[in-house]
């Protein structure tokens, strides 16, 4: 058995909805069976010692081990945590031979350590904010209820009392979440200037930074509780549009209680191997997390193209909205011939499909993004993006509108194209399979007389994964290729290994010694891609570390289309 951390669940997670505390140990299925009855006793004795008797407790087994967790007051979910450590101590000392801790010190000390960290005044806020019918969020330094123009925020220690409060002031605001493993930046940035489009002030938590409108707050990745939390708290915020990433869902759980929209836009291969998202049925239930906040009102948007999602949404008790590429899918056609609502791609029209009505939102050629219909993947986005602002309650005509409107300047680095001297540049930042796939048949499907691919590959990936990568590379034929050797996500591989890897399989696939080149860095290799390129080809050019460097020279040496 390994210990691997104890920590503090803020909101809704995979175990539940409840605040706590979890801790991850790495074991076999058998030394799971004697850790959980063993950590639970331990617990429970605990919980009755300090007079947390009426918490519960709860396990979660992965592939690699189990989670153990248990429920606990907001106010001191870092007294929560010592617990579960100490917890974690007696298992030790129980399986692993380590020393055994003292209870009646323990008991002593936690305590003191929950008096210390206890706060009444704040769960006299929630129980009032609950009672109203608006959301209490909380973190170390503030409180506060409602949301956005209906929000009031405070220092955690220097609360209100609930009467002296104008309750009829007090509201939320709509608010989506948006999670998956691809997609999700193109289309947080589809569905806020959809709302903007619409004449919505938009509050924006996302991997690259929260934004009102055009005034960035704070740069950096802001995809998890924290960065919604900031959000719900701009009082001049009146919807707000929530990325919602993988490791905060994990880490804390969802930063809200509850939404009303929540997007899963789809689940592949991606950051598989850390403890809770071993495979693609654990990473699933990850995403899966942002369903909760919609089980009782609110909708829950799904690709009906993703086998996973259509498997697991027979699981979800509340309403559902599909989205697809395909008008004959057989889920959609289910569900619509039921009633229900779904956003579809039928030839070049993106319909509005609910039961029996029909309705045009617009021409997948309208879409910049979409690159005359070639960027399938944006067009998947696009009825993500108008579903989730339907369901936000934005008018038909400004999804329209919004949707006809965004170009490549308003999604950086996300299928951009450039034309420099009678040939093109074809950037995206796609790091996984997934991603990398839809940029490979979108790239494909562009006219080019030459085609050369420019890009790395870390090395986290198995040797496997990275032949597979090359042989779907040069399988949309390619006439060139270029690799960068990403020293800074070696993660762990000598210099050249990767590289050994990709061009050996290039070569097993036709291609000659002279097609392929090896640089150090990413922006020597656009470096030689262009000077490579003559009149009607097409660079594919896929960025990771340099990619800031990248997007400005071509943007000095092109316009964007």
């Not at 959809?194 to 960035?216: E, F």
């Not at 009633?339 to 029909?358: E, N, P, Q, T």
């Not at 409107?405 to 540049?425: C, L, T």
Request: glycine share 8%.
């Amino acid at each position: 058995m390994e210990y691997i951390d104890a920590r503090r669940l803020t909101g809704p997670s995979l175990l539940w909805n409840k605040p706590g505390t979890i801790l991850d140990v790495r074991c076999s299925d058998e030394e799971a069976d004697r850790l959980i009855p063993f950590w639970d006793t331990k617990i429970r004795r605990m919980l009755n010692a300090v007079s947390w008797a009426d918490e519960s407790t709860c396990s979660w087994r992965l592939s690699e081990g189990v989670s153990l967790a248990f429920s606990a007051p907001i106010d001191a979910l870092y007294a929560a945590s010592e617990i579960n450590e100490w917890a974690w101590a007696c298992c030790d000392s129980e399986f692993n031979g380590a020393d055994v801790p003292d209870f009646d010190e323990t008991v002593k000390r936690m305590r003191t350590v929950i008096a210390e960290e206890e706060n009444p005044g704040l769960l006299k806020l929630e129980a009032a904010a609950e009672a109203h019918g608006v959301t209490f969020l909380s973190d170390d330094d503030k409180a506060s209820v409602g949301q956005g123009t209906g929000s009031l925020t405070w220092p955690v220690r220097k609360l209100p009392e609930p009467d002296e409060l104008d309750w009829d002031s007090l509201h939320d605001i709509p608010a989506g979440l948006i999670t998956g493993t691809n997609g999700k930046t193109s289309t947080v940035r589809l569905a806020t200037h959809i709302a903007r489009a619409s004449g919505k002030n938009v509050g924006l938590s996302s991997t690259d930074w929260i934004a009102l409108n055009d005034r960035v707050i704070d740069r950096g990745d802001w995809s998890g509780p924290g960065g919604a939390r900031i959000v719900l708290r701009q009082q001049d915020v009146d919807l707000g549009i929530l990325e919602t990433a993988r490791g905060g869902l994990l880490r804390r759980g969802l930063g809200v209680m509850k939404a009303d929209a929540a997007l899963i836009t789809n689940v592949a291969e991606d950051h598989l191997g850390d403890f809770g998202s071993q495979n693609l049925g654990e990473l699933l239930n990850v995403k899966w997390i942002v369903s909760r906040a919609v089980e009782t009102s609110g909708s829950l948007i799904l690709n009906a193209d993703d086998e996973l999602l259509v498997a697991k949404s027979a699981e979800f008790p509340g309403v559902i909205v599909w989205f697809t590429l395909n008008p004959d899918n057989p889920t959609v056609k289910e569900h619509t011939r039921n009633g229900g609502l779904a956003f579809v791609l039928d030839g070049d029209s993106l319909l509005r499909v609910d039961g029996d009505s029909i309705e045009e939102i617009c021409k997948s050629a309208e879409i910049p993004i979409a690159l005359d219909g070639v960027a399938s993947h944006n067009i998947a986005n696009a009825l993500a993006a108008a579903a989730l602002t339907h369901c936000l309650g934005i008018p038909m005509s400004d999804i329209h509108e919004g949707l006809t409107s965004m170009s490549q300047d308003n999604n950086p680095g996300r299928s951009n194209v450039y034309s420099i001297s009678d040939f093109k540049v074809l950037v995206d930042f796609a790091h996984n399979p997934h991603a990398m796939k839809a940029l490979f048949n979108m790239a494909h499907a562009l006219p080019a007389k030459r085609r050369l691919l420019a890009f790395a590959q870390a090395g986290d990936r198995t040797d496997e994964s990275i032949r597979e990568l090359a042989r779907s590379a040069w399988s949309i034929g390619l006439d060139k290729v270029v690799v960068s050797e990403l020293e800074a996500y070696a993660r762990g591989r000598s210099r050249g290994e990767v590289f050994g890897i990709i061009r050996d399989e290039l070569i097993n696939c036709g291609a000659r010694k002279d097609q392929i080149q090896h640089f150090m860095e990413e922006t020597e290799s656009l470096d030689a891609a262009l000077d490579w390129a003559q009149p009607g080809d097409l660079i594919i050019m896929l960025a990771l570390s340099d990619r800031e460097a990248i997007q400005d020279k071509l943007k000095s040496l092109s316009s964007p289309r």
